[in-house]
């Protein structure tokens, strides 16, 4: 049967209401990232429009950067989403390459300054030793997904003001200066978007978000990193395994 949205059309035209009613299953989590969307003969028959109205819609879906075509494989779903790998530390840029998803940040703040007792405690130095401050939005496929904001003993590290973070990788420039994470302690939880959250991720203030923070340590044991991240709702998934001990 055609689909009932179509009944409430108002002044939008058909594949207007088409676009929105696969665009909001695809936001809410419904259609899959990465999945095929169904055939363009079965949204014909769904949604009880002609072909070209189908067409129509899902070209609205490929500008808003929702779906993309796969050559001969019909229409990808493609929102955005970043999908942590199950028990492996990877950084953002990486987790998002295996993905197939292009990052890039918009830079908030990029200084040198002193730590505070509790930073210098979590990450074991002097209190007021020197850290890198790095906060930023991460976007993926230029969707904004997340605000990371992550501090560094600026001494393990030198040089990292100089590099270009709207599209560098924190976690390669630390393997460059040869003091790569390789554990980590996280705890997530859910949270409310505060206002300016939500303006930098776009959303309403009060919309759902994951908060995470990490601490990652590198081979030697030492602290490396401190972190904090605030993930859209949407566009966030962790992974993990769960062990019942004896």
């Known amino acids: ?19 929105r009613v696969l665009a909001d299953e695809i936001r809410t989590g419904r259609l899959a990232d990465r999945v095929h969307l169904p055939s363009e003969r079965a949204l014909v028959s769904r ?3 002609s072909r070209v109205t189908v067409r129509r819609a899902l070209r609205a879906l490929e500008e808003e950067g929702l779906v993309t075509a796969a050559a001969g494989r ?5 929102s955005a989403r970043l999908e942590e790998p199950e028990n492996e530390l990877l950084g953002f840029t990486d987790a998002a390459r295996r993905q197939g998803l292009t990052t890039s940040a ?13 930073e210098a405690e979590l990450l074991g130095m002097a209190p007021g030793a020197q850290v ?7 976007l993926l496929d230029g969707v904004p997904v997340g605000i990371d904001r ?15 973070w ?18 980590a302690e996280y705890v997530l939880h859910a ?36 972190c904090r991240m605030s993930y859209r709702g949407d566009r966030y998934r962790f992974r993990t395994t769960l062990i019942r001990r004896a």
């Open 1 to 19: 049967m055609p689909d009932t949205a179509l009944a409430r059309t108002g002044g939008d035209l058909r594949y207007q209401v088409v676009a």
């Open 47 to 49: 949604f009880g429009v």
């Open 74 to 78: 019909g229409w990808l779903v493609r």
């Open 106 to 118: 918009r830079v908030l703040t990029a200084r040198v300054r002193e730590a505070t007792f509790d």
């Open 132 to 138: 890198v401050e790095l906060d930023r939005v991460r």
């Open 150 to 164: 992550s501090l560094v003993p600026a001494a393990r590290a030198p040089g990292l003001l100089e590099r270009d």
């Open 166 to 183: 709207t599209t560098a990788s924190l976690y390669a420039a630390l393997e460059e200066a040869g003091c790569p994470p390789v554990r």
């Open 191 to 226: 949270a409310a978007a505060t206002e300016p959250e939500a303006t930098l991720l776009e959303l309403s203030p009060g919309a759902p978000i994951l908060r995470a923070e990490q601490r990652s340590f590198d081979a030697t044991g030492r602290p490396i990193q401190l």
